[in-house]
């Protein structure tokens, strides 16, 4: 491991770069019906999407901002909803080739490396870019197995039937603000079906990107695993810092049918000044299983809280999480599980490390409902607290209506001991690296389920975090 | 020891609390002698009351409580105080809070509503403003006393309302245990009791305080309790709540002097249509502080209980040491336990910090056990859940009592 750390050297440049704003499209700040009809004509959609857009904008003005009660964050009112732009169309069409992708936007991905990595071992990719998707492709091995990965705008025109049937039925429009919001702007995002049967065994990537100032990403996935099919999601975000907030409220819906396999991979990176308020369900039916794999360490505020319904008898879940909060993050991130079918199993898995005056939330919840007997939950909660300065709440919801279930919930708090780090200098390492390697060792539980590429990705961006943590 | 049933003077009997002004308030302030701190606090509190809305709990029911129609006791009489009153020759103090104005008013007013905030909720202001029961224990400087003192609260009237305040006062090095019981006949309509509890521990005291809600069904309980530590203080406290039909307890152990100490157990049985909350915190304030907590839960029946605790290391302190634990087994299917075992937590300087949570029933195997060697199913999960209650129950210091707790909970199974 040592070795490792000591190879490891790290460019921020490389997400930190902006590029100049050439759209053919941005919507003037601030929401209203208007600008809704303008998204909607513009990407020729059919009415009851428009509708749909338009029911959900009335239940978002409805909705309160949630900064008073249970699930409250008080950071949220620096949000000023009038100051972002809702719809940003950097090009014309969704590129299928790589060639096709116009000049500026396919520079952006060169430097992030995403056509490296999708030669080497991705199923597809697709990259979003603002608020459309700007390049889409699905190795041809998998499309002629029936595999969909499509941006989920061209998936309403190419398979409405699909999208009708799941659109909204996991994560409703009046689950919270964000969610309606979503539904009234949302654009971009990833449409996946997996078919009965089908098991996709190396990762479809989406990566998201955004560039302007003030800017709304609003991307909406939705992905249906057929009965007994397999797949693993990854996704990335990034952006470029400015001194003023942008929004990214995604929604993300998931539905694991009978014996399905999934598993949904994020690394989130995005710049300091983003609020990244995002909805994320998944409901798993009989003996499927279902996994978040949930990676943050970019964002101003991120208010993320990845959920798993297990519906379905021997259904399994598991949330795997970290967070790390640098100077001026809040990572209030969490998962929820909730049984409500028999024999059902779950894990949450969350780790966190704040620092320089960063401050880390858990918020949890485990739930068995009435009638879901036989159920097993285990919620380990890890929090490391690196100076002073900083922060850490745990914050987990216990809700047992069953005799029938066993859950156990366990959690720790505690900042580097001097002996570790003693121990690490003594052999001659630095105390920069030694806390570096310590806080890679107490993050590996999650660094390990990532495909290699991403650990060592994940791997570098924490060390750079943590450099000129020593003090 | 001596029992001693106290009496205050009958005054003018309040009117529901609906129909209440802050004149009647204060008129029958007046006509007890009460000291005018006392009557301008009241008149404060009640202004809150009146001014605030209820706060928004989501996890306690109050949409059937009726605040409105219910009539505020006029006097002291639901108080018992039981204790060995030779003490006094050391200095103590125990008696009703009521009396104890007459000889130690500034010391009440130097004390009282300090910890508990009359502008908290409505419901510490209504306690503020309507309280008549409620005892005083002060013990002076380095005085031991051995033997238990005890106070006991009764309501036996249907829509009677109750608001006892148990201040206590020990001064350095003193230490004392003191038991507050809370006991009503079942099947009264209504009853509400709005209790608060005021501890204040002087440098290296010591307290052991039982706090047993044993509440007939059909009462409410909306409680307030505060613990707060001198230098190297400590104080082993005991939560266990068995009545009542709804219960709603925001309790807090403040280690605001450095080396203060709390250990913390609690037990909680919700049967029937329970409704049982309590949500205790470790509030660490100062340096070298120990808290420790360990909550157990038994839901039978539609029982529904919640453990809404909180570990909280404020910034600039170091060397806390501290952990939080609640258990729970459901006794049947329809039963509800929520647990919210929170950590916040400022400081990076800590010892130890941790949680833990678990939830289940009772193992088949351990039934099977017992039934293996000729003890009835009944019998078996009997003795199973007094075991996994055994370390909160062999902590209250009365046999009387162990036993009577005992007897009440088996009946609850």
């Not at chain 1, 929004?247 to 014996?259: D, M, T």
């Not at chain 2, 019981?181 to 079942?186: H, Q, V, Y």
């Not at chain 2, 203060?260 to 919700?270: I, K, M």
Request: with cysteine.
């Amino acid at each position: 491991m040592a070795t490792q750390a000591a190879t490891l050297e790290f460019d921020y440049s490389k997400y930190g770069f902006r590029d100049e704003e050439r759209y053919t499209f941005k919507s003037g700040k601030g929401l209203s019906e208007e600008v809704i009809r303008e998204i909607s004509a513009m990407k020729g959609e059919p009415e009851w999407m428009l509708k749909r857009r338009l029911q959900a904008y009335k239940i978002f003005l409805e909705k309160p901002l949630p900064v008073k009660g249970t699930w409250a964050n008080e950071e949220l009112a620096e949000l000023d909803f009038d100051a972002i732009h809702y719809y940003v169309r950097p090009g014309e069409k969704v590129g299928k080739s790589w060639d096709d992708v116009p000049e500026n936007i396919k520079n952006t991905f060169e430097r992030l490396g995403i056509p490296e990595a999708e030669r080497k071992f991705l199923a597809g990719v697709g990259a979003q870019y603002e608020s459309e998707v700007v390049y889409h492709s699905l190795r041809e091995e998998w499309e002629k197995l029936g595999v969909i990965f499509l941006d989920t705008d061209t998936a309403v025109k190419e398979q409405p039937e699909l999208v009708k049937k799941y659109f909204g039925t996991i994560v409703p429009a009046a689950d919270n603000k964000f969610a309606a919001l979503n539904t009234a702007v949302w654009s971009g995002g990833s449409f996946i079906y997996v078919p009965k049967g089908v098991k996709v065994d190396i990762p479809l990537q989406a990566y998201f990107r955004i560039n302007a100032e003030n800017m709304g990403q609003f991307e909406r996935t939705l992905i249906i695993v057929d009965e007994g099919a397999e797949a693993h999601y990854i996704e990335g975000c990034t952006a470029p810092m400015y001194s003023t907030n942008s929004l990214h409220s995604a929604v993300v819906e998931i539905i694991v049918h009978k014996g399905g396999k999934f598993r949904y991979t994020t690394i989130q990176n995005w710049a300091n000044n983003i609020f990244n308020l995002v909805t994320k369900r998944a409901v798993a039916y009989e003996d499927a299983q279902m996994e978040w794999v949930d990676g943050n360490i970019g964002s101003r505020l991120t208010m993320k809280y990845p959920s798993i319904y297990l519906m379905g008898k021997g259904a399994r879940g598991e949330i795997l999480s970290v967070a790390y909060a640098g100077e001026g993050q809040h990572q209030d991130a969490g998962g929820k599980v909730i049984h409500a079918a028999p024999y059902t199993t779950s894990r949450i898995t969350n780790k966190s490390v704040s620092k320089g005056g960063g401050k880390t939330t858990y918020r949890g919840l485990a739930k068995i409902a009435s009638g879901a007997y036989g159920c097993k939950i285990n919620v380990n909660c890890d929090a490391l607290i690196l100076d002073d300065k900083s922060a850490s709440d745990t914050i987990p919801y216990i809700e047992v209506e069953e005799d029938d279930a066993t859950l156990a919930h366990e959690a720790t708090v505690g900042r580097i001991g001097e002996e570790q780090l003693f121990y690490l200098r003594s052999r001659g390492i630095p105390e920069a690296e030694a806390l570096s390697m310590i806080v890679l060792g107490f993050m590996e539980p999650f660094t390990r389920e990532l495909p290699m590429e991403y650990a060592v990705e994940l791997n570098r961006l924490i060390q750079l975090e943590m450099e000129g943590s020593v003090g | 020891m001596l029992a001693n049933n106290e009496q205050t003077n009958p005054s003018s009997a309040l009117s529901t609390v609906s129909a209440l002004s802050v004149d009647a308030l204060l008129e029958q302030s007046r006509a007890n002698g009460e000291p005018t701190w006392l009557q301008e606090r009241r008149a404060a509190a009640f202004e809150y009351y009146r001014g605030n809305e209820a706060p928004f709990w989501k996890r306690t029911d109050l949409s059937k409580l009726n605040l409105a129609d219910a009539v505020p006791a006029s006097d002291a009489s639901s108080t018992t105080v039981q204790w060995d009153e030779s003490l006094v020759a050391q200095g103590v103090v125990f008696t009703t809070l009521k009396r104890a104005l007459g000889s130690h008013s500034d010391l009440i007013a130097k004390y009282f509503g300090e910890a508990v905030k009359y502008d908290a909720t409505i419901y510490n202001a209504l306690h503020a403003a309507l309280w008549q029961d409620g005892v005083l224990l002060y013990v002076p400087k380095n005085v031991v006393i051995e033997q238990p003192l005890h106070v006991i609260y009764t309501l036996s009237a249907a829509r009677s309302l109750i608001a006892p305040h148990t201040l206590v006062i020990l001064e350095q090095g003193a230490s004392a245990t003191l038991i507050e019981e809370f006991i009503s006949p079942d099947g009264l309509e209504q009853p509400i009791a709005l209790p608060a509890a005021e501890v204040f521990l002087g440098d290296a005291a010591q307290l052991r305080f039982c706090s047993l809600q044993q509440w007939g069904r059909g009462v409410y309980h909306i409680g307030a309790q505060r613990v707060i530590f001198g230098r190297d203080a400590s104080c082993d406290w005991l939560s266990v709540a068995l009545g009542a039909k709804v219960q709603h307890i925001d309790a807090e152990a403040r280690l605001g002097s450095d080396g203060a100490r709390v250990n913390w157990l609690g037990a909680t049985f919700a049967n029937e249509e329970q409704h049982l909350l309590i949500a205790p915190w470790l509030r660490h304030a100062a340096n070298s502080t120990d808290g420790y907590m360990e909550f157990r839960t038994v839901v039978n029946d539609k029982g529904y209980s919640v453990f809404d605790g909180m570990v909280r290391i404020e910034e600039d302190t170091h060397g806390t040491i501290s952990r939080l634990e609640e258990h729970a087994v459901h006794l049947s299917r329809e039963s509800r336990n929520d647990s919210i075992p929170g950590l916040m937590i400022d400081s990076n300087d800590i010892a130890r910090a941790g949680h833990a949570s678990t939830s289940g029933r009772i193992e088949d195997e351990q039934l099977f056990y017992m039934q293996a060697r000729g003890i009835p199913k009944d019998e078996a999960t009997r003795m199973i859940v007094i075991g996994f209650l055994e370390s909160v129950i062999s902590a209250i210091p009365v046999e009387e009592l162990r036993e009577r707790l005992v007897q009440a909970i088996e009946e609850k199974i």
